[in-house]
């Protein structure tokens, strides 16, 4: 029973905006909604997250669905430097303490 | 340091022999969260700390893999009697609290020969 559902692979224009979607459709109503990326060889580095309502900060906008089943990361002016793998993280189980890394979106920016 | 720091960055060592892998969190933070990542792979959860208590210890793969943190701040993970399957890379990740978002190390790569 997957948690997440998110593409394997999606490119981007440099300077264009990345919109990288996920399916939650098990997520339970109190738990949040996490993004991190991995920049090949170091660690996963947080992006955003939110409950329900839209959230954005300095490197990101997160749209969330009404029903709270799907989600779409955006990355405004997307730089070669956002390349990296786009992990959709919920908790593995309502109420469970691990994030549920998927297999994440492989984003690749075109120069 | 302000971000979270793992030592050391890359061990190598032979099968058979035990190690053990360091985590500082970030000061104040309650959470803890060990990972590893296995080349090309996903991340796999090993361990949740709430303070000094363990309440998930549902990820580790064998009982030869063990961790403990004291005075709610650094953490060791301890691997006996190392495989070559146990070759990966160890991930310590802290947090405010439970729901806050959480900040990774670096990470110790580990090979085993």
Known sequence: DAKTTQPPSMDCAEGRAANLPCNHSTISGNEYVYWYRQIHSQGPQYIIHGLKNNETNEMASLIITEDRKSSTLILPHATLRDTAVYYCIVRATAGANNLFFGTGTRLTVIP | ?113
Request: aromatic share 10%; glycine share 10%.
């Open chain 2, 1 to 113: 340091g302000a971000g979270v720091s793992q030592s050391p960055s890359n061990k190598v060592t032979e099968k058979g022999k035990d190690v053990e892998l360091r985590c500082d969190p970030i000061s104040g933070h309650t959470a803890l969260y060990w990972y590893r990542q296995s080349l090309g792979q996903g991340l796999e959860f090993l361990i949740y700390f709430q303070g000094n208590s363990a309440p998930d210890k549902s990820g580790l793969p064998s009982d030869r893999f063990s961790a403990e943190r004291t005075g709610g701040s650094v953490s060791t993970l301890t691997i006996q009697r190392t495989q070559q399957e146990d070759s990966a890379v160890y991930l310590c990740a802290s947090s405010f609290s439970r729901d806050t978002e959480a900040f990774f190390g670096q990470g110790t790569r580990l090979t085993v020969v």
